[in-house]
């Protein structure tokens, strides 16, 4: 099945910088790549995805880049804020099959 | 539109003792269930999906079960819970697999 790495584990940054959030992915055949944020003691919260037929989406600070030859994609925000603290999680799914693959996480510190 | 539901938000249980959480899903028919759980501080982990009424497919074994009754509910259960059932549990829903996943506000159990 799909297997799913996310990099890093743990990101801290300043306010105002740029944070970047890498996944990798092993199955060909995933063509859909959403983006979860997840604040402390609440369900994800899709913030953005991506098809594989796109190489980058963006929506205000927030964008994903994919590239599909090497089979990873990437999240990055931009003007950092605090209330960006959360933990981010990727996920991969294949057109086959009924399952979502996430990546572990990686909990993202915006220090003002 | 749609939204999602999950009840109750924290539960705390005797070893031993059963287990009913439930979800629904309002605005959309025949959507693809998931019931996923998430150990503090880790990654989410797939316990069960369901794409139709009576149809439930298990990922891992365990002391866990569940039921899709309706087109839009989907109950985990458990008839003796186990310390190591504790965690943070998850439902959510999507239209297709290959379609955005949607994530309900959590059950956070402990079982003592």
């Known amino acids: 099945g799909e297997n799913v790495e996310q990099h890093p584990s743990t990101l801290s940054v300043q306010e105002g910088d740029s944070a970047v959030i890498k996944c990798t992915y092993s199955?060909?055949?995933?063509?859909?790549f959403p983006w979860y944020k997840q604040e402390l003691g609440k369900g994800p919260q899709l913030i953005i995805d991506?098809?594989?037929?796109?190489g980058e989406k963006k929506d205000q600070r927030i964008a994903v880049t994919l590239n599909k030859t090497a089979k990873h994609f990437s999240l990055h925000i931009t003007e950092t804020q605090p209330e960006d603290s959360a933990v981010y999680f990727c996920?991969?799914?294949?057109?086959?099959?009924?399952?979502?693959?996430f990546g572990t996480g990686t909990s993202l510190t915006v220090i003002p | 539109s749609q939204t999602i539901h999950q009840w109750p938000a924290t539960l705390v249980q005797p070893v031993g003792s059963p287990l009913s959480l439930e979800c629904t899903v309002e605005?959309?028919?025949?959507?693809?269930l998931y019931w996923y759980r998430q150990a503090a501080g880790r990654g989410l982990q797939l316990l069960f999906y369901s794409v139709g009424i009576g149809q439930i497919s298990s990922e891992v074994p365990q002391n866990l079960s569940a039921s899709r009754p309706q087109d839009r509910q989907f109950i985990l259960s458990s008839k003796k819970l186990l310390l190591s059932d504790s965690g943070f549990y998850l439902c959510?829903?999507?239209?297709?697999?290959?379609?955005?996943?949607?994530f309900g506000s959590g059950t956070q159990l402990s079982v003592l």
């Open positions: 605005g959309t028919s025949n959507p693809n």
């Open positions: 991506i098809r594989s037929n796109v």
């Open positions: 959510a829903w999507s239209r297709d697999p290959n379609e955005k996943l949607f």
């Open positions: 199955d060909s055949a995933s063509n859909y």
């Open positions: 996920a991969a799914t294949p057109n086959t099959g009924n399952q979502f693959y």
